[in-house]
């Protein structure tokens, strides 16, 4: 709190505001971790939090800036160049193995193409030729827009989203008002869930909306109801191998699939981390009603 009793705690809406002026990323290193500078005026100075004397820094810049190695004229003048500059915001993963992949329920404990679309990697975990593990993904949203680009194991934060907000280990994704695009749990080094999402893949839909489960819904034509065909898993699936869409149909590497998982229990441990133990569970011989593995549900074509 100042002099003035302003509190640190930045309304939710000018936090947005400022968020996507800034193009939600430092706005002189495009680094998409930051924090909330104010210098028109000052904080300690300032009498209320005005989305235009804020902007965004990373650790590194605002330590810059508070020892005086940066003015606040270079930050006044960085920011008002922001609104025509068109930065992709970075955020670095740390990736080692053994690595985990959760899309929703879907778990992938392999490298390789994991999400494939008429025979192109969608999303891809590969290791290089010295043993480094990199990341590669290009989601894009149910209206044909690309949302989320990972490349060189960084995730790649586009300028024109609704708001992202990165807090801790969550980064959050909005394609418009209300209504999030995806949300990244990262668990150095080891594992990345990707959850809460709906991705537009040809004439295939994947969806984990629906209290995190994983479903992939082929369509007939652009109307997403259309449903002709998929998978839908109400509980769980480890895959062994990627899921390879293309117009026709789809098939699967070597699965386990735990139709009876409590999908609130799959989040709790992918959310913390512990994807081992989360496999183990799945795919453990712990009494289940079906006896054991079952088969993906197929939905049958629509009349």
């Known amino acids: 709190m100042n002099k003035h009793g302003l509190s640190r705690d930045i309304p939710h809406g000018v936090e947005g505001e400022v968020r996507r002026r800034c193009k939600f990323s430092c706005i002189l290193c495009d680094s998409g971790l930051y924090h909330f500078h104010h210098f028109d005026p000052p904080f300690a100075e300032a009498i209320r939090h005005d989305p235009n004397g804020i902007t965004l820094l990373c650790g590194t810049c605002h330590d810059y800036v508070e020892r005086g190695l940066k003015s606040n004229a270079e930050i006044v003048e960085a920011d008002r160049r922001r609104v025509n500059e068109t930065p992709v915001a970075n955020v670095f993963l740390s990736v080692q193995k053994p690595f985990y992949t959760v899309l929703g329920s879907l778990i992938f404990p392999t490298e390789g193409p994991l999400v494939t679309h008429n025979g192109q990697p969608v999303l891809a975990v590969t290791a290089s030729e010295l043993g480094k593990l990199e990341i590669t993904a290009d989601l894009i949203d149910i209206n044909g827009q690309s ?30 008002p209300k209504s999030v695009f995806a949300e990244i749990v990262l668990h150095p080094p080891n594992g990345i869930h990707i959850r809460d999402f709906a991705i537009r893949l040809g004439n295939w839909i994947i969806d984990t909306r629906e209290r995190g489960r994983f479903s992939a819904r082929r369509i007939e034509s652009d109307n997403p109801e259309n449903i002709c065909g998929g998978i839908f898993a109400a509980g769980a699936i480890v895959s062994e191998g990627p899921l390879c869409l293309n117009q026709e149909g789809f098939s699967m590497g070597p699965s386990c699939i735990d139709m009876s998982y409590d999908s609130k229990r799959l989040y709790q441990l992918a959310d913390e981390g512990k994807m081992s133990q989360l496999i183990r569970e799945i795919t453990g011989p712990r009494p289940r009603p079906d006896g054991g593995l079952v088969k993906i549900q197929i939905v049958p074509p629509q009349n």
């Open 147 to 176: 949302r989320l680009l990972i490349e060189d194991n960084a995730i790649r934060i586009h300028p024109d989203s609704w708001d992202v907000k990165v807090q801790g280990p969550v980064i959050r994704m909005w394609s418009k």
